[in-house]
């Protein structure tokens, strides 16, 4: 039986214009706050057929991947499957965490999100399913889904049920006999409890977050993307309350917050808001990875304070 539309659709309100503060280049807080990345409610309408994103830290050398395609199309053959990424740093689960979350707000509700970054896999840890209010993920219970189990309405269960899995099951491959189908299964229908029991105390990683310390917020950076930009733990609501002309201590040197890339002189390294609602560091047309020397856990800074010394 096909779904029917969802009638209406609750979207991210469109962001206001970065405010200016004089002829400074520099981007407010408040004008931070407004132009915040995902938020819950985008692209909330159902798909008429079942989705299912994969993240993985297999890359595509190997046909790893496409094992795990043909296991989900044997058994649901009508089901959309979505390359998140599958260049995450080997055994990385906070990478893959970061990734997810970052990511699946944009999904249509119902969404099915497979993460296999399993470094215990063929151990006693865990296979887990969980569902949420507009997503259910699949996975090994390692913390790879710790940003969602806090949210409100998250149920876990244990994938524990043979029926449900290869009939030959690989000590070294869950993500294609164990959590690939699962995820077809539930593509198909079959609700989370016929997998297994209720889990009490699925695993948590500690999560990046930002503190303030008087006028000054202090975060880490959580990780280096494709293009060598800094992201950061500070997101936007975490210096709503600074004032005008923010800047960002990273190593030792103070950065300006800008509004976008072409704020900056070539070269130069400033910090603004990715597209993920997180403050990140950046060079243009550059590496801020490689002129800063920075890398995932380097701690930064933002004050109101504004500094004549910036990084180049």
Same mark, same amino acid.
């Given at each position: 039986?096909? @779904?029917? &539309?969802?009638?209406?659709?609750?979207?991210?309100? &469109?962001?206001?214009?970065?405010?200016?503060? #004089?002829? /400074?280049?520099?981007?407010? /807080?408040?004008?931070?706050?407004?132009?915040?990345?995902?938020?819950?409610? +985008?692209?909330?309408?159902?798909?008429?057929?079942?989705?299912?994103?994969?993240?993985?830290?297999?890359?595509?050398?190997?046909?790893?991947v496409?094992?795990?395609?043909?296991v989900?199309?044997?058994v649901?053959?009508?089901a959309?499957i979505?390359?998140?990424?599958?260049e995450?740093?080997?055994?990385?689960?906070v990478?893959?965490?970061?990734?997810?979350?970052? /990511?699946?707000?944009?999904?249509?509700?119902g969404?099915?999100?497979?993460?296999v970054?399993?470094p215990?896999?063929?151990?006693?840890? &865990?296979?887990?399913? +969980?569902?949420c209010?507009?997503?259910?993920?699949?996975?090994?219970?390692?913390?790879?889904?710790t940003?969602? %189990?806090?949210?409100?309405?998250?149920?876990?269960?244990?994938?524990?049920a043979?029926?449900?899995r290869?009939?030959?099951?690989?000590?070294?491959?869950?993500?294609?006999?164990?959590f690939?189908p699962?995820?077809?299964?539930?593509?198909r229908?079959?609700? %989370?409890?016929r997998?297994?029991?209720?889990?009490?105390?699925? +695993?948590?990683l500690?999560?990046?977050?930002?503190?303030? @310390?008087?006028?000054?917020?202090v975060? $880490?950076?959580?990780?280096v993307?494709?293009?060598?930009?800094?992201v950061?733990?500070?997101?936007?609501?975490d210096?709503?309350?600074?004032?005008?002309?923010?800047a960002?201590?990273?190593r030792?040197r103070? +950065?300006?917050?800008v509004?976008?890339y072409?704020d900056?002189d070539?070269?130069s390294?400033?910090?603004?808001l990715? /597209?993920? #609602?997180?403050?990140?560091? $950046?060079?243009?047309?550059?590496?801020?990875?490689d002129?800063?020397?920075?890398?995932?856990g380097?701690?930064?800074?933002?004050?109101?304070?504004?500094s004549?010394r910036?990084a180049?």
């Amino acid at each position: 039986m096909r @779904r029917p &539309r969802s009638r209406t659709s609750r979207c991210s309100p &469109r962001p206001r214009s970065a405010r200016r503060s #004089g002829s /400074s280049r520099t981007l407010s /807080s408040t004008a931070i706050a407004d132009r915040a990345g995902p938020v819950p409610g +985008v692209a909330r309408r159902r798909s008429d057929h079942p989705i299912i994103t994969l993240t993985t830290d297999f890359g595509l050398r190997d046909p790893y991947v496409a094992q795990m395609k043909a296991v989900i199309l044997g058994v649901a053959p009508g089901a959309t499957i979505v390359d998140l990424t599958h260049e995450l740093a080997p055994h990385d689960i906070v990478e893959a965490a970061l990734a997810l979350d970052a /990511s699946a707000g944009f999904f249509p509700s119902g969404t099915i999100h497979v993460a296999v970054v399993d470094p215990g896999v063929g151990t006693t840890r &865990r296979a887990l399913g +969980v569902l949420c209010e507009t997503c259910v993920l699949i996975g090994p219970d390692n913390g790879v889904f710790t940003p969602f %189990l806090s949210r409100r309405g998250a149920r876990a269960f244990e994938l524990a049920a043979e029926r449900y899995r290869l009939p030959a099951v690989s000590r070294t491959f869950h993500g294609r006999d164990v959590f690939a189908p699962a995820a077809a299964h539930v593509a198909r229908g079959v609700p %989370l409890a016929r997998f297994g029991g209720r889990v009490a105390d699925p +695993v948590t990683l500690p999560w990046p977050s930002a503190r303030r @310390r008087g006028a000054t917020v202090v975060g $880490a950076v959580i990780h280096v993307d494709r293009f060598g930009n800094l992201v950061t733990s500070i997101g936007a609501s975490d210096v709503a309350h600074l004032g005008e002309d923010l800047a960002l201590r990273i190593r030792g040197r103070v +950065v300006p917050v800008v509004g976008t890339y072409g704020d900056l002189d070539r070269g130069s390294a400033g910090a603004l808001l990715g /597209s993920s #609602g997180r403050l990140e560091v $950046a060079v243009r047309e550059g590496r801020g990875a490689d002129l800063l020397r920075a890398q995932r856990g380097t701690p930064v800074a933002v004050t109101s304070r504004p500094s004549s010394r910036t990084a180049r």
